[in-house]
């Protein structure tokens, strides 16, 4: 259940907050938790609140909960950092993030025109296309980027495709095989990166078929999606597979663009590079989650929060040091 329909707080035009927050998945709402018990004036603007976490069913991974539901997961960062007075604002894009008179000025959609004395950039990353032929054509009409979304609505149906080697992939396929007769999982490589775990799992299912060192070349229909062409790169042999629908679960890409409107570097991939404190090259500008260059290969719920607290606590210290912000106590 995504949580994207929240009530969504009206903000005052020019209204000055010690850290503006941009992203509302684990990142972001751990950020705002820190900062929040750093007693600094703090508000989220994001498009949704739990970012990826949407995006997916169970989490059984995050210490201290063997198993939970991802949106009963995102309603606590949600509640946590609202009980310590944290202002969310969802349904907002961050158009822009500028230096004016010592502040950031940070501009977004539905007129937010917001001060700050710094900022932390939590904004995830946005999902890989394959770029294959029928693929943009037949998007919402059997092309799908998230198997946990929308894999109820195939049930019943006799065959889907799922692209992918990651995480993502395999606990798509296992999903799907308790909708659909068959899924094909194809997988550019002979080896997974995704957890054991879960492709032990995905092995378990006698109505799941590997097609390894394959790739998709074409996506076939009229209406919707009918077939998948598929190539496996070791035999040259192609198969078309009639399915009815495909799970393109390749990863995430960043925002590159609106890091470079920002004039923040980036890492050959695209990433924020951040130093061990979520600095990045603009000073009170910090960044956390997908969208930094760390970990890269190993993104998670807990390492999102984990940069998140840091980069909350590098805004404290910059406010400090710069005279922006002055703690109960200090003369
Ligand atoms: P990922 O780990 O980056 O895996 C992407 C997969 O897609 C890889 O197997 C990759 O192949 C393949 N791929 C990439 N580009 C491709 C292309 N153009 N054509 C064909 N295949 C392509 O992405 P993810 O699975 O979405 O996971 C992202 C992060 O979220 C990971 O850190 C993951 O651990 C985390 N996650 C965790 C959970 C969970 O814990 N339950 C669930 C979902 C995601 P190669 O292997 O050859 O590179």
């Not at 929308?150 to 308790?178: I, M, Q």
């Not at 999982?185 to 775990?197: I, N, S």
């Not at 598929?230 to 890091?259: H, S, Y």
Request: proline share 3%.
């Amino acid at each position: 259940m995504s949580l994207r329909i929240a009530s969504r707080p009206k903000l005052e035009k020019g209204g000055r907050f010690d850290v503006v927050v941009v992203g509302g998945g684990p990142a972001g709402l751990s950020a705002a938790v820190y900062a929040s018990r750093f007693l600094l004036k703090t508000v989220v603007l994001t498009v949704d609140v739990g970012g990826q976490l949407n995006l997916t069913n169970w989490v059984d991974d995050y210490p201290g909960f063997s198993r939970i539901s991802a949106s009963e997961l995102v309603a606590r960062f949600r509640d946590h950092a609202q009980s310590f007075g944290v202002t969310i604002v969802p349904g907002v894009e961050v158009k822009s993030v500028m230096r004016e008179n010592g502040l950031f000025r940070v501009l977004g959609t539905g007129g937010v025109d917001v001060y700050s004395g710094s900022v932390i950039i939590a904004v995830g990353a946005m999902r890989r296309k394959l770029g294959v032929p029928g693929e943009e054509e037949f998007q919402g009409r059997g092309v799908s980027y998230c198997s946990i979304c929308d894999a109820p609505l195939f049930k019943g149906r006799n065959a889907v495709v799922v692209v992918g080697g990651g995480d993502s992939a395999l606990e798509g396929v296992a999903l799907l095989s308790s909708y659909v007769g068959r899924v094909y999982l194809v997988h550019r490589r002979g080896e997974f990166r995704a957890k054991p775990v879960l492709v032990e799992e995905v092995l378990a299912r006698d109505n799941v078929e590997l097609l390894l060192n394959s790739v998709v070349t074409e996506i076939l229909g009229e209406d919707s999606v009918k077939a998948v062409k598929v190539l496996n790169k070791v035999t040259g042999e192609t198969r078309i597979l009639e399915v009815d629908g495909i799970f393109i679960e390749i990863g995430f890409e960043p925002a590159r663009e609106f890091f470079k409107s920002i004039g923040l570097e980036v890492d050959d991939y695209g990433y924020i590079k951040v130093d061990e404190w979520m600095r990045t090259n603009i000073p009170g500008v910090f960044a956390a989650g997908d969208a930094i260059n760390m970990w890269r290969g190993f993104r998670q719920v807990v390492t999102a929060a984990a940069t998140g607290a840091v980069a909350a606590y590098s805004a404290y210290q910059y406010l400090i040091e710069k005279g922006l912000y002055r703690p109960a106590g200090f003369k």
